[in-house]
């Protein structure tokens, strides 16, 4: 049976994630070789995943160095997914607003990485004003997914999606972060779009108005089902 590469991605994560906990909270000698041995196998795991075959190569040690250098004692150091939030933006011609990444040239609604210090909705508002010019208003949040889980990232993150209302501004692309920015009808939408199956539907429904229940992942069964 050939395992998926997203399955192997996901095991690591997990094996890393609950190895870097327990020796950030442990006091055990004993422990510690333990978690220690499991962050191993959890690298030869991504190694696989990475398909990395050569024997003789360094790749899963330099691994566990990684993960090794980024365990804190205590609290701070319980690993848990990162958190990154998205916008769906429509204007009055029920039109959405994406930007065209500057790192992959593929176009998607705003997202980015939550910040420490804001809460979603306001990390929100910033990565729009920032990303594209546009002043927004968060009305609701659309959907909460695990994007390991829906195979869009190979870090373990949440991912919020907001709707948002448009209240003031003009297109202004960031220089650093997006290639280039626009309103786009539903038949008139850019290529490459990003994952489009998953989102446009939802989207234009909220920019219709259409009201549905926050989307949420299922629970698995069992929770390791992939």
């Given at each position: ?30 422990e510690?070789?333990r978690f ?24 899963p ?26 916008a ?11 930007i065209?990444?500057?790192d ?8 980015g ?10 990390v929100v ?6 990303e ?5 208003e ?20 949440y ?10 501004g ?11 920015v626009g309103w ?10 990003a ?18 229940p ?5 629970p698995?069964t069992?929770f390791?089902?992939?």
């Amino acid at each position: 049976m050939d395992i998926p590469k997203s399955a192997l991605v996901r095991w690591s994560q997990a094996l890393s994630g609950l190895a870097r906990t327990g020796m950030s909270f442990t006091e055990s000698l004993y422990e510690m070789e333990r978690f220690e041995e499991i962050l191993h196998i959890a690298a030869e795991i991504k190694a696989f995943a990475d398909e990395v075959t050569d024997p003789a190569s360094h790749y899963p040690q330099q691994q566990v160095e990684l993960w090794r250098e980024v365990i804190v004692r205590g609290i701070p150091g319980y690993v848990t997914p990162k958190s990154a939030v998205g916008a769906i933006v429509g204007n009055a011609s029920g039109e959405i607003l994406l930007i065209q990444r500057s790192d992959s040239g593929v176009w998607l609604y705003p997202t980015g990485w939550a910040d420490v210090g804001y809460s979603p909705a306001e990390v929100v508002k910033k990565e729009v004003l920032e990303e594209t010019g546009i002043e927004v208003e968060p009305v609701r949040l659309l959907s909460v997914v695990d994007g390991m889980q829906r195979g869009f990232t190979t870090v373990a993150m949440y991912s919020m999606i907001f709707y948002c209302r448009t209240i003031s501004g003009e297109l202004k692309a960031h220089p650093l972060e997006c290639r280039d920015v626009g309103w786009f009808a539903r038949d008139n939408l850019p290529s490459p779009l990003a994952a489009r199956d998953k989102w446009v539907e939802m989207a234009f429904m909220a920019i219709d108005g259409i009201v549905e229940p926050t989307y949420f992942d299922p629970p698995r069964t069992p929770f390791w089902n992939g």
